[in-house]
């Protein structure tokens, strides 16, 4: 069964959103997914980053959700590879700003114990900055 | 002096706004002005009739159509008042549809009013216009053609039939280009090298073509009809003539050195025949590669030249000749993938590029084999094009069908091989070029749409793995293959960039020689007489090269077979009265077409009329026909004349190609901007010289407005340095007599800006309204600044 995606306010608003977070024009991307054979931990993440870029373009807020962005290490591999000239890493971290901004808990630092040692460095970094920032 | 005066109604166009009775009415109470008409369709043949017939009957000699742009009728009344016996500068149009009727469309008074001044403006204009001269020049048949490869070829035959005259000039020891390199062409797969090499021979043999291969032009001067070049001739060391290609040289020869014409694939010997083509069929001796000739460390190749065609002494020579337009036709470079290191290219054995796998195929068909190909093949598309990480942004437009065609041929001559083409966007633009890459894909080829990173061997089969998104599925995936293909772009030749700054001919953003026009002058530079043609001018297909060369071909013959070329009489001129040979001017001039000989002399052959010399003379000494001094200020002095207390006018200086067009533009599509902007066009806002500008202020003037070409678009070079400079000067005057500076603004435009120009005249407005009026006392005290030059 094939999903439909009903494109309205919300998918408008939340492109808009990525754009102005990020500073990036997020629908310069022509999807040849060089970001995603340049980045190193790809085969781990629930949306490829050029996935995610589409994502971003037609406003979908299953990105804003996605594991993907807190896979994202950060390299900037992609960053200096798009033939576009975008800066994913930036896409990047608007989206996890966007996430944050729910204001949901997936890691409670007071509580934090034997889950430091499995948890990649930059959840616990985002979680941390959630109160500093 | 008997002007007439012509008010057209444009059906409604401009009548509906614009009373256009009033403005008749307005018009027959100005200085000179004996008939008066106003008319519904001034340009139609009864409206052009009113005016040849009033001009018989009147007796009168100047014109002024109240109608629409001159850029829109202008020709039509130019012809209309010829035909009547007058010359054609006695016609000026004010133009009063565009520039009131429609972007003051809802305020119907100011529209007339503004209709009245722009009138008064036109036919003040025409009260100082004198009759203008034609400006011709002599033209010979003589062209030179930089560039041998399918463009120059083209283009020289089709000159050379027609009779002209023509000097192709070649850097390599033989014509042909990367046509002579190909496998085959793509949709028709054509063997390349056999349908080039007839027209190779036709150049070789034809009377009107004098060939000099191994050459290069070192220095070009002068212009159009007038061509001085100067074109060494390296010693080949074998005369062409006596030479049979026999081949006995070079099986002789000791010194073996890689092949250009194989990519470095294969070796060659010191002394060579160029390819199994070329033309001239002559070997040549590689003076850098040979044992030594001075002194004569081998000579084994004379001793066995039976055609005794071998001459160690042979010096490079030296050709000065005059041609009357040049073709540039130099072509292009395959882009250098090894600015993409992360493809591994001539790091990892099995990673080539496409023209080297052009080679390979073609030399496999012959039996040899250049190297192991392998059964599993990709291809990787634009490296190097659409790139922003190496600067290349646009699209090399052939690499998606050669990669079609190379592995359409890979596959056909091993249908067990798998044939990969990786690509981001596949385009099959062309006449048969969409069932072409149906025919691959029928073939088996397989096309993933998808961008790898990066490539990486395999340590140990030395095979290379390539790993990408599939795009479509999104999933990542992984292959091994014989052979990575890097599908590179087309970037401006070494000999097109060195011919370009020899030329001075711009080149644009993407570093391609720039064209006129992109739509209508395609083949034409902005340097009058030199025409380009084929990659040099952007990268294309075969058959696109060839239109285009043909083009070129004949766009020069238009201007050389009247054997006179007439050019625009709108053209820089010298009051040797005045000139005191100081030669400000001359560096002023962004073409090079002053010199001083006692007084300043303009060679009107390269006068491209911007007037960007006018401000550089400190005696007023020089001026510009049709748009002098006198005629732009008679229309200032027009445009503030009956000015009110209180009452706002902005002067805006517009150049004709841009920010003309662009007013027009924004008048046709009712755009709506203040009707205090008097526009006045100029060829260049550059003609508009500090005194000028002082003087419409001390006229009443609230502010002055200077539109210009952006850069990349402008027919005249660097006219943008000295509208700033002038407009610094002015400003510095301004500020002596206590008057804002700010009063003069200037922008570059392009035609297509709408709100930037409707924005930045209404800022100007409100600028003058923050500001009011100038106090008489500042206007007298403006009148007596004098321009301070330095340096």
Same mark, same amino acid.
């Given at each position: 069964?094939?999903?439909?995606?009903?494109?309205?306010?919300?998918? =408008?608003?939340?492109?808009?959103?990525?754009?102005?977070?990020?500073?990036? *024009?997020?629908?310069?991307?022509?999807?040849?997914?060089?970001?995603?054979?340049?980045?190193?931990?790809?085969?781990?993440?629930?949306?490829?980053?050029?996935?995610?870029?589409?994502?971003?373009?037609?406003?979908?807020?299953?990105?804003?959700?996605?594991?993907?962005?807190?896979?994202?290490?950060?390299?900037?591999?992609?960053?200096?590879?798009?033939?576009?000239?975008?800066?994913? $890493?930036?896409?990047?971290?608007?989206?996890?700003?966007?996430?944050? %901004?729910?204001?949901?808990?997936?890691?409670?630092?007071?509580?934090?114990?034997?889950?430091?040692?499995?948890?990649?460095?930059?959840?616990?970094?985002?979680?941390?900055? *959630?109160?500093?920032? | 002096?008997?002007?007439?005066?012509? #008010?057209? !109604?444009?059906?409604?166009?401009?009548?509906?706004?614009?009373?256009?009775?009033?403005?008749?009415?307005? $018009?027959?109470?100005?200085?000179?002005?004996?008939?008066?008409?106003?008319?519904?369709?001034?340009?139609?043949?009864?409206?052009?009739?009113?005016?040849?017939?009033?001009?018989?009957?009147?007796?009168?000699?100047?014109?002024?159509?109240?109608?629409?742009?001159?850029?829109?009728?202008?020709?039509?009344?130019?012809?209309?008042?010829? =035909?009547?016996?007058?010359?054609?500068?006695?016609?000026?149009?004010?133009?009063?549809?565009?520039?009131?009727?429609?972007?003051?469309?809802?305020?119907?008074?100011?529209?007339?009013?503004?209709?009245?001044?722009?009138?008064?403006?036109?036919?003040?204009?025409?009260?100082?216009?004198?009759?203008?001269? =034609?400006?011709?020049?002599?033209? /010979? *048949?003589?062209?030179?053609?930089?560039?041998?490869?399918?463009?120059?070829?083209?283009?020289?035959?089709?000159?050379?039939?027609?009779?002209?005259?023509? @000097?192709?000039?070649?850097?390599?020891?033989?014509?042909?280009? !990367?046509?002579?390199?190909?496998?085959?062409?793509?949709?028709?797969?054509?063997?390349?090298?056999?349908?080039?090499?007839?027209?190779?021979?036709?150049?070789?043999?034809?009377?009107?073509?004098?060939?000099?291969? @191994?050459?290069?032009?070192?220095?070009?001067?002068?212009?159009?009809?007038?061509?001085?070049?100067?074109?060494?001739?390296?010693?080949?060391?074998?005369?062409?003539?006596?030479?049979?290609?026999?081949?006995?040289?070079?099986?002789?020869?000791?010194?073996?050195?890689?092949?250009?014409?194989?990519?470095?694939?294969?070796?060659?010997?010191?002394?060579?025949?160029?390819?199994?083509?070329?033309?001239?069929?002559?070997?040549?001796?590689?003076?850098?590669?040979?044992?030594?000739?001075?002194?004569?460390?081998?000579?084994?190749?004379?001793? #066995?030249?039976?055609?005794?065609?071998?001459?160690?002494? +042979?010096?490079?020579?030296?050709?000065?000749?005059?041609?009357?337009?040049?073709?540039?036709?130099?072509?292009?470079?395959?882009? +250098?993938?090894?600015?993409?290191?992360?493809?591994?290219? &001539?790091?990892?054995?099995?990673?080539?590029?496409?023209?080297?796998?052009?080679?390979?195929?073609?030399?496999?068909?012959?039996?040899? #084999?250049?190297?192991?190909?392998?059964?599993?093949?990709?291809?990787?598309?634009?490296?190097?094009?659409?790139?922003?990480?190496?600067?290349?942004?646009?699209?090399?437009?052939?690499?998606?069908?050669?990669?079609?065609?190379?592995?359409?041929?890979?596959?056909?001559?091993?249908?067990?091989?798998?044939?990969?083409?990786?690509?981001?966007?596949? &385009?099959?633009?062309?006449?048969?070029?969409?069932?072409?890459?149906?025919?691959?894909?029928?073939?088996?080829?397989?096309?993933?749409?998808?961008?790898?990173?990066?490539?990486?061997?395999?340590?140990?089969? *030395?095979?290379?793995?390539?790993?990408?998104?599939?795009?479509?599925?999104?999933?990542?995936?992984?292959?091994?293959?014989?052979?990575?293909?890097?599908?590179?772009?087309?970037?401006?030749?070494?000999?097109?960039?060195?011919?370009?700054?020899?030329?001075?001919?711009?080149?644009?953003?993407?570093?391609?020689?720039?064209?006129?026009?992109?739509?209508?002058?395609?083949?034409?530079?902005?340097?009058?007489?030199?025409?380009?043609?084929?990659?040099?001018?952007?990268?294309?297909?075969?058959?696109?090269?060839?239109?285009? $060369?043909?083009?070129?071909?004949?766009?020069?013959?238009?201007?050389?077979?009247?054997?006179? @070329?007439?050019?625009?009489?709108?053209?820089?001129?010298?009051?040797?009265?005045?000139?005191? /040979?100081?030669?400000?001017?001359?560096?002023?001039?962004?073409?090079?077409?002053?010199?001083?000989?006692?007084?300043?002399?303009?060679?009107?052959?390269?006068?491209?009329?911007?007037?960007?010399?006018?401000?550089?003379?400190?005696?007023?000494?020089?001026?510009?026909?049709?748009?002098?001094?006198?005629?732009?200020?008679?229309?200032?002095?027009?445009?503030?004349?009956?000015?009110?207390?209180?009452?706002?006018?902005?002067?805006?200086?517009?150049?004709?190609?841009?920010?003309?067009?662009?007013?027009?533009?924004?008048?046709?599509?009712?755009?709506?901007?203040?009707?205090?902007?008097?526009?006045?066009?100029?060829?260049?806002?550059?003609?508009?010289?500090?005194?000028?500008?002082?003087?419409?202020?001390?006229?009443?003037?609230?502010?002055?407005?200077?539109?210009?070409?952006?850069?990349?678009?402008?027919?005249?070079?660097?006219?943008?340095?000295?509208?700033?400079?002038?407009?610094?000067?002015?400003?510095?005057?301004?500020?002596?007599?206590?008057?804002?500076?700010?009063?003069?603004?200037?922008?570059?435009? #392009?035609?297509?800006?709408?709100?930037?120009?409707?924005?930045?005249?209404?800022?100007?407005?409100?600028?003058?309204?923050?500001?009011?009026?100038?106090?008489?006392?500042?206007?007298? %005290?403006?009148?007596?600044?004098?321009?301070?030059?330095?340096?």
């Amino acid at each position: 069964m094939s999903e439909v995606i009903y494109m309205g306010e919300k998918n =408008k608003k939340l492109s808009e959103k990525i754009e102005e977070l990020s500073g990036e *024009k997020i629908t310069l991307c022509e999807q040849c997914g060089i970001c995603t054979t340049s980045c190193p931990m790809a085969d781990d993440m629930d949306i490829t980053p050029a996935g995610i870029m589409r994502y971003s373009q037609i406003g979908d807020e299953r990105v804003v959700d996605s594991e993907a962005i807190w896979i994202c290490a950060s390299c900037f591999t992609c960053t200096v590879r798009c033939p576009r000239g975008i800066d994913l $890493a930036k896409v990047a971290e608007a989206l996890r700003e966007l996430n944050l %901004r729910k204001n949901v808990d997936h890691i409670d630092v007071n509580h934090l114990d034997e889950e430091l040692n499995e948890l990649p460095a930059i959840a616990v970094v985002s979680a941390l900055r *959630k109160f500093t920032s | 002096m008997k002007i007439g005066v012509y #008010v057209c !109604h444009c059906g409604g166009n401009i009548s509906d706004v614009v009373d256009v009775e009033k403005v008749a009415e307005f $018009a027959s109470r100005q200085p000179d002005v004996a008939v008066v008409r106003s008319i519904s369709h001034m340009c139609s043949e009864s409206g052009q009739r009113a005016i040849i017939d009033d001009i018989q009957q009147y007796n009168l000699d100047k014109i002024v159509v109240s109608a629409c742009s001159p850029q829109f009728q202008g020709e039509t009344f130019k012809k209309a008042v010829a =035909k009547a016996g007058l010359n054609p500068n006695m016609v000026v149009m004010a133009n009063i549809r565009e520039q009131s009727a429609w972007p003051h469309h809802d305020e119907p008074e100011n529209a007339t009013e503004k209709a009245k001044i722009l009138t008064a403006m036109a036919i003040e204009d025409i009260r100082k216009k004198e009759p203008v001269e =034609k400006v011709t020049l002599k033209m /010979g *048949k003589n062209v030179l053609v930089i560039g041998g490869g399918i463009a120059g070829i083209q283009a020289s035959l089709d000159l050379a039939n027609a009779g002209f005259n023509v @000097y192709l000039v070649e850097k390599k020891p033989t014509i042909g280009g !990367h046509m002579a390199q190909l496998s085959r062409t793509f949709p028709t797969e054509d063997c390349s090298s056999c349908i080039l090499s007839p027209k190779m021979a036709d150049v070789a043999e034809h009377p009107n073509i004098h060939l000099m291969t @191994y050459s290069e032009v070192l220095e070009v001067n002068g212009s159009i009809g007038n061509f001085n070049v100067r074109i060494l001739k390296k010693p080949k060391y074998v005369d062409e003539d006596k030479c049979t290609a026999c081949n006995k040289c070079t099986e002789v020869c000791p010194v073996s050195v890689p092949d250009e014409f194989n990519l470095g694939m294969t070796m060659r010997k010191a002394i060579y025949l160029p390819s199994s083509t070329a033309v001239p069929h002559s070997h040549v001796l590689d003076e850098d590669a040979c044992l030594g000739l001075k002194p004569l460390a081998c000579g084994l190749c004379s001793q #066995v030249c039976e055609a005794d065609a071998i001459n160690y002494d +042979d010096m490079p020579q030296y050709i000065n000749l005059k041609v009357d337009t040049i073709i540039v036709a130099t072509g292009f470079d395959i882009f +250098d993938a090894h600015l993409k290191p992360q493809y591994g290219y &001539r790091k990892y054995r099995n990673v080539i590029n496409a023209l080297e796998m052009e080679r390979i195929i073609v030399e496999m068909a012959e039996g040899h #084999v250049i190297r192991p190909i392998g059964k599993d093949i990709a291809f990787i598309q634009c490296v190097g094009s659409r790139d922003a990480q190496v600067g290349n942004l646009y699209c090399s437009r052939i690499c998606c069908m050669y990669a079609t065609k190379l592995a359409s041929l890979l596959k056909r001559m091993d249908p067990s091989r798998e044939v990969y083409v990786f690509y981001t966007d596949l &385009r099959a633009f062309g006449k048969g070029f969409e069932e072409y890459y149906r025919t691959a894909q029928e073939l088996g080829v397989k096309f993933i749409r998808g961008r790898p990173g990066e490539l990486a061997e395999d340590p140990e089969s *030395k095979k290379v793995v390539v790993r990408v998104e599939d795009t479509l599925t999104r999933k990542i995936i992984e292959k091994k293959f014989d052979l990575v293909v890097l599908s590179v772009g087309l970037v401006p030749g070494e000999g097109t960039v060195k011919i370009a700054e020899m030329l001075k001919l711009p080149r644009s953003a993407d570093g391609f020689i720039k064209e006129a026009h992109p739509k209508f002058r395609p083949v034409d530079t902005p340097v009058e007489g030199i025409f380009v043609a084929g990659c040099a001018q952007g990268p294309k297909d075969i058959p696109d090269t060839v239109a285009q $060369a043909s083009a070129a071909a004949a766009r020069a013959m238009s201007l050389m077979n009247k054997g006179e @070329y007439e050019m625009s009489p709108i053209k820089a001129f010298v009051h040797e009265d005045l000139c005191d /040979g100081c030669g400000l001017c001359v560096e002023a001039c962004p073409v090079d077409a002053i010199k001083v000989a006692g007084v300043a002399e303009i060679n009107v052959a390269v006068c491209k009329g911007c007037g960007a010399c006018i401000s550089s003379c400190p005696r007023n000494a020089i001026d510009l026909r049709i748009f002098s001094n006198e005629e732009v200020m008679a229309q200032v002095d027009a445009a503030l004349r009956d000015k009110k207390p209180g009452e706002k006018r902005i002067i805006m200086f517009a150049d004709d190609m841009c920010t003309y067009t662009l007013a027009d533009g924004v008048g046709t599509a009712k755009l709506k901007y203040n009707s205090n902007t008097y526009i006045i066009r100029v060829p260049s806002s550059s003609r508009v010289t500090p005194e000028m500008m002082v003087r419409a202020f001390e006229k009443g003037a609230d502010g002055i407005f200077l539109g210009e070409c952006e850069a990349a678009v402008s027919p005249y070079p660097d006219t943008l340095k000295v509208i700033e400079e002038n407009v610094k000067k002015a400003r510095e005057m301004l500020a002596r007599a206590g008057i804002e500076e700010d009063r003069i603004q200037y922008s570059p435009f #392009v035609t297509v800006m709408f709100k930037k120009f409707v924005a930045l005249a209404n800022k100007m407005l409100r600028m003058a309204e923050k500001y009011g009026d100038i106090p008489e006392e500042k206007r007298r %005290r403006l009148g007596m600044e004098k321009v301070i030059y330095h340096e």
